[in-house]
């Protein structure tokens, strides 16, 4: 059941509070990554934005696919994957990996000693092996050790409430 008191809704999360516990997670702005990989079929990727650093010593990063996603397994049971952090002006490159096919057609690309395929001109990059994978609900947390990483000076694209936007640091 939702309550609103003045401009803020309360409620505890649900089955029937759904869309209101998405509305509250989307206040959290977050950063845009393509997460590509090769598996048997040959490369591919997915737009992703539950990206996060996890470790400094060791290098750890995760992320979490959906297990609804048909891709998910794929990337649970990769050897190596790639997180690409996405800049401002890459909208098109998010949507692009959101489509069901042929994601690397036409794209600049190169590929790791790992066979992982890798996106280039994107703001960062993180080149890892796979370290563990853990179920959590609706969702995988997969964590990969980083064995190189790479970024360039720009600002990112951003999630926030449903929309893509930009960052721009507060004087």
Same mark, same amino acid.
């Given at each position: 059941?939702?309550?609103? #008191?003045?401009? *803020?809704? @309360?409620?505890?999360?649900? !089955? *029937?509070?759904?869309?209101?516990?998405? /509305?509250? @997670?989307?206040?959290?702005?977050? &950063? #845009?990554?393509?997460?590509?990989?090769?598996?048997?079929?040959?490369? #591919?990727?997915v737009t992703a934005n539950s990206f996060a650093a996890l470790s400094l010593d060791p290098p750890l990063v995760l992320w979490a696919p959906a297990k609804t996603s048909r891709r998910c397994s794929v990337f649970v *049971?990769?050897?190596?994957?790639? #997180?690409?952090?996405l800049a401002e002006d890459q909208l098109a490159l998010s949507r692009h990996f959101t489509q069901p096919d042929d994601h690397f057609a036409g794209l600049p690309t190169s590929t790791s000693p790992e066979g992982t395929p890798l996106l280039e001109g994107?703001? !960062?990059?993180? *080149?890892?092996l796979h370290e563990a994978a853990h179920?959590? &609900? /609706?969702?995988?947390?997969?964590?990969?050790?980083? @064995?190189? !990483?790479?970024?360039?000076?720009?600002?990112?694209?951003?999630?926030?409430?449903?929309?893509y936007g930009s960052?721009?640091? @507060?004087?």
């Amino acid at each position: 059941m939702d309550e609103t #008191v003045s401009d *803020e809704t @309360l409620f505890i999360p649900g !089955a *029937e509070t759904k869309r209101a516990f998405r /509305d509250a @997670l989307g206040r959290f702005a977050t &950063g #845009v990554t393509v997460v590509t990989t090769l598996g048997p079929q040959g490369p #591919v990727g997915v737009t992703a934005n539950s990206f996060a650093a996890l470790s400094l010593d060791p290098p750890l990063v995760l992320w979490a696919p959906a297990k609804t996603s048909r891709r998910c397994s794929v990337f649970v *049971e990769a050897r190596a994957f790639a #997180v690409h952090v996405l800049a401002e002006d890459q909208l098109a490159l998010s949507r692009h990996f959101t489509q069901p096919d042929d994601h690397f057609a036409g794209l600049p690309t190169s590929t790791s000693p790992e066979g992982t395929p890798l996106l280039e001109g994107t703001l !960062a990059r993180f *080149e890892c092996l796979h370290e563990a994978a853990h179920d959590a &609900g /609706d969702h995988v947390i997969v964590i990969g050790r980083v @064995l190189r !990483a790479r970024f360039r000076k720009g600002r990112p694209l951003v999630f926030s409430q449903g929309a893509y936007g930009s960052f721009t640091a @507060l004087p």
